[in-house]
């Protein structure tokens, strides 16, 4: 596909002058440009007497939807060529965008940010999917300002869409683009005092659409304004919202929450030291341009984030952002922790990341990148999931309170590594790499002894166990959602009523849309999916010693350690898999330990599997699912890093508390790992 030409349209005001308002049908997957020549109600009719024989999904048609099987699904569009060989000669209202160099922002999404028009840019059969659908607006005209020159102001509400002009299609358009930039003419209703621009036919609305369109390495929000036929299903048995508008909203954060209300917390230190930036320039505008209203506050020394949260008013959010590595996620879930109102923090704010660290495990194993506006993108669509946590305990602090950790701990080669490697921070994730290295040539030991409550031992038990939990999360999930809604649905699909043959569930789930957002809200927030006090009770406190049923670890090996790692998400940096097995919710920590004594030829498969999660099916890596543990150095100096932060050297003891915490999932679970297929 052929579009160069389209470079040469320089500005809005060049595409304004010479494009129709561009008509579109609401499909299954998203919202579909048609050909200029069809009115949307031809096109309609035509695509429904094609798909007599053929399904919709079977149409040639240009598409921001990229393979849904692909981990990088958001990253690799293929119509992206397509699309993004076009011009973007219109540049965010910098006035909005700009950083504010106070310690609090107060920002909401009603802001008055004028985002690139695309208008006239997407080709015929482009289908925005809903999974990329931001916000959506009716565009309204007062009576006494329309500014139509060639016709009277009832005129195009009283023609036949397929006999507006050519003119007059201009002339509304540019109208109403110059009034939308003046001031608040867009409104998300129909009321009574003002019209929308539509056809005689009752079905076909103005409206703008703002999306997240790729742009080199990211998603920025564009909008377009586009005429959309839509009829609700004519059957009464189907209760759909006659509201195009809120139609479009409901297919585009079906299973999410809409508006959300985010307290940002950026750690202007974390990764190169360019969070702030980060956030300012590729998430913001993302999310202001889905309405969320954020409130964003600086940390100014470590352990900062903890009094933050401790101090904020839960009431007034939803979410927590993170625009940090996975340090800030830590802190937050221990402030979070340490308030007299925990149960009530946990049950109402889910924690979230926007990769703005080194490591960002958090958002490559639960938004699957770590790219900040895609990850933002995800953070607006994702879904709500409570996962595990683990809780810690060392003699020193455990009497005050336990830590909490969401993602791992470790001793030996990775922790040393970790933190030692901090005075080199400027290199980025590759300092964690070049440490490693360093470290296991040299062959170090980490003596301890290690206790084990076990799940899954073997990796062959390991191996069912991951089956049978892999999809049970989202199965759940999927259960409370479906069963309400397929009563609704049947086998009607939201193609302006067309009845196709295909209806895949699971890829609809990421891209498609659904109906009943609160409903969704109500059952997913139902009380028996609240945690209460009991579950933040510590099942083995540490001052009662090893419970009998918990195993020692073979002393050879613990005398000999090398890597002493357990975790609950499956990434622990971008580009290293060290828990390729690790579920969100399987009520599991996966453990993994090496033998220092290993040779270093039969290292060398163990790292070089790292990025692919293969090391832990060497025979030299142990590997299973457990519950709880106590690990007890033999050293005199040395640490623990817990979720990548810095501990002291003393006995740990650590279990897993299920589904303690709230976060947001891609789909309602973690990044495919392809463990199943290992
Ligand atoms: N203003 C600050 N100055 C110095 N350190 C800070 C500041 N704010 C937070 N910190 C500390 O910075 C540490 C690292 O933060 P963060 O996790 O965000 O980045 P990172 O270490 O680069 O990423 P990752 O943890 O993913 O590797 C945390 O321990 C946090 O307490």
Redesign the pocket.
């Known amino acids: 596909m052929t579009l160069r030409s389209s470079k040469r349209h320089k500005g809005r005001s060049h595409h304004s002058r010479n494009k129709q308002p561009t008509s579109a049908i609401l499909t299954e997957e998203g919202i579909m440009i048609m050909p200029k020549s069809s009115s949307p109600y031809q096109y309609a009719n035509r695509m429904t007497d094609k798909r007599s024989s053929t399904s919709i999904d079977n149409i040639s048609r240009t598409s921001f939807q990229s393979n849904s099987d692909n981990n990088s699904i958001f990253e690799t569009a293929s119509l992206i060529s397509c699309v993004t060989c076009l011009s973007d000669t219109d540049t965010m209202d910098r006035s909005e965008t700009s950083t504010r160099d106070t310690s609090k922002d107060d920002l909401t999404g009603n802001a008055k940010v004028h985002y690139p028009s695309v208008n006239g840019q997407l080709p015929a059969n482009t289908v925005i999917p809903y999974g990329r659908i931001l916000d959506a607006r009716y565009i309204v005209r007062e009576p006494s300002h329309y500014c139509d020159a060639t016709s009277s102001p009832s005129s195009p509400l009283a023609s036949p869409i397929n006999n507006i002009t050519e003119k007059d299609d201009i002339g509304e358009l540019e109208c109403f683009q110059r009034k939308e930039r003046k001031g608040n003419l867009l409104s998300r209703r129909n009321d009574s005092s003002s019209s929308l621009i539509s056809s005689k036919l009752p079905s076909t609305k103005l409206v703008e659409v703002l999306f997240a369109r790729p742009r080199r390495h990211d998603v920025v929000p564009k909008r377009v304004s586009l005429l959309i036929d839509y009829k609700p299903h004519p059957s009464p048995r189907i209760k759909e919202d006659d509201d195009l508008v809120e139609e479009i909203l409901k297919r585009s954060y079906r299973n999410t929450r809409r508006n959300k209300s985010i307290f940002v917390i950026i750690?202007?230190?974390?990764?190169k030291g360019k969070?702030k930036k980060l956030f300012m320039t590729k998430a913001k505008p993302l999310l202001l341009a889905s309405r969320c209203s954020i409130e964003v506050v600086?940390?100014?020394?470590?352990?900062?984030?903890i009094e933050i949260v401790q101090e904020i008013d839960i009431d007034k959010y939803d979410t927590i952002a993170?625009a940090?590595?996975?340090?800030?996620p830590?802190?937050v879930i221990n402030g979070l922790y340490r308030r007299p109102d925990h149960v009530k923090a946990f049950n109402k704010l889910a924690i979230t990341e926007i990769p703005?660290?080194?490591?960002?495990?958090m958002s490559v194993s639960c938004h699957w990148t770590n790219n900040p506006s895609y990850s933002t993108l995800c953070l607006i669509k994702s879904v709500e999931t409570k996962v595990d946590l683990m809780c810690c305990s060392q003699p020193s602090y455990v009497r005050e309170h336990p830590k909490l950790s969401f993602l791992s701990q470790t001793y030996g080669l990775i922790a040393e590594t970790d933190i030692n490697t901090e005075f080199i921070?400027w290199m980025g994730p590759a300092r964690f790499e070049l440490g490693v290295a360093f470290n296991i040539i040299q062959k170090k030991r980490y003596p301890c002894e290690i206790y084990v409550k076990y799940a899954a031992k073997s990796k062959n038990e390991l191996k069912t166990h991951y089956l049978e939990y892999k999809n049970k999360g989202s199965l759940e999930f999927q259960h409370i959602t479906m069963n309400k809604h397929d009563e609704d649905r049947n086998n009607y699909n939201y193609d302006n009523g067309c009845e196709t043959e295909n209806e895949d569930e699971d890829e609809g789930e990421d891209e498609g849309g659904e109906k009943g957002n609160s409903s969704f809200f109500d059952l997913v927030n139902s009380s028996t999916d609240q945690i209460t006090e009991e579950d933040f009770k510590i099942k083995y406190p540490l001052d009662e010693g090893v419970p009998c049923d918990w195993e020692r670890l073979d002393p050879n090996i613990a005398g000999n350690l090398g890597i002493f790692y357990t975790g609950k998400m499956p990434y622990v940096?971008a580009d290293t898999k060290f828990f390729p097995a690790a579920l969100p919710s399987d009520g599991t920590m996966d453990m993994v330990i090496t033998d220092a004594r290993t040779s270093l030829t039969r290292m060398a498969p163990i790292l070089l599997g790292l990025d692919k999660g293969s090391h832990v099916l060497q025979p030299e890596v142990l590997h299973s699912k457990i519950l709880a543990y106590k690990i007890i150095p033999k050293l005199t100096s040395g640490l623990f890093s817990i979720?990548?932060?810095k501990f002291p050297l003393e006995p740990l003891q650590v279990e897993i508390m299920p589904r303690l915490c709230k976060t947001l999932l891609r789909n309602g679970r973690y990044v495919d790992t392809d463990f199943d297929s290992m």
């Open positions: 750690n202007p230190f974390g990764g969070a600086y940390t100014k020394y470590p352990g900062h984030a993170c940090s590595g996975d340090g800030i830590h802190e703005c660290g080194s490591g960002n495990a921070r940096a979720d990548g932060e």
